[in-house]
């Protein structure tokens, strides 16, 4: 997407009266979860706290919080990045069904859950700038792939089957496609703030 384009479509998303309605719907548990976010940004001094504390008066209240929200969700992608780059065979043994002791498992497990709670969050970009939840993070870890010749993830992929499809194929493209995922999608946030800015 143009970057003309990706502006037009979040001014849109900025301006529609139920988009609060709509972010609630895909979280429930995401107003509760607001303050705890800025307490911690804030102890940390985390790049999102310089962004938008520093400029309070420019950034929309609603929007801080969301993005706060999808700061959580790339600090997780980058720890499953970490961890996948360390314990790939494992993951890929574990969603081929071959035998696995406990501990090996336990990873596993976590390593998936982890992933699952970083595609929810970074889902928010996707409502922000109107595109379907999940749509953006696989396109952009498509992009990668594709330009290799490895197969692409389904566009209606869960966490899991994206998760999947990584530990499937060669551990070094997958890198590749997750650390692109991450520098594309701080990008993005840094558009949607300079946007949200001009559309007050």
């Avoid at 609630?24 to 976010?37: C, I, M, T």
Wanted: hydrophobic content about 45%; aromatic content about 8%; cysteine-free.
């Amino acid at each position: 997407m143009t970057r003309e384009g990706f502006a037009r479509r979040l001014r849109r998303a900025l301006r529609a009266r139920d988009l609060i309605e709509f972010i609630r719907a895909l979280s429930p548990s995401f107003d509760e979860r607001v303050q705890k976010k800025v307490d911690e940004a804030a102890a940390k001094r985390s790049w999102t706290y310089h962004l938008f504390w520093w400029r309070y008066d420019q950034v929309p209240y609603m929007l801080r919080s969301m993005l706060l929200n999808v700061e959580r969700g790339l600090e997780d992608l980058g720890v499953f990045t970490a961890e996948f780059q360390q314990r790939h065979e494992v993951l890929r043994r574990y969603f081929a069904g071959d035998p696995l002791g406990k501990e090996e498992r336990d990873v596993a497990v976590q390593m998936i859950k982890r992933f699952k709670d970083a595609a929810s969050r970074l889902a928010v970009l996707d409502v922000l700038i109107d595109r379907k939840p999940g749509a953006g993070f696989i396109s952009v870890l498509n992009e990668v792939l594709k330009s290799e010749g490895a197969p692409a993830i389904p566009e209606k992929a869960s966490a899991e089957d994206i998760a999947r499809h990584l530990a499937s194929i060669d551990p070094g493209l997958a890198l590749k496609a997750l650390r692109h995922a991450e520098e594309h999608l701080k990008n993005e946030i840094t558009m949607i703030i300079e946007e949200a800015k001009h559309a007050r």
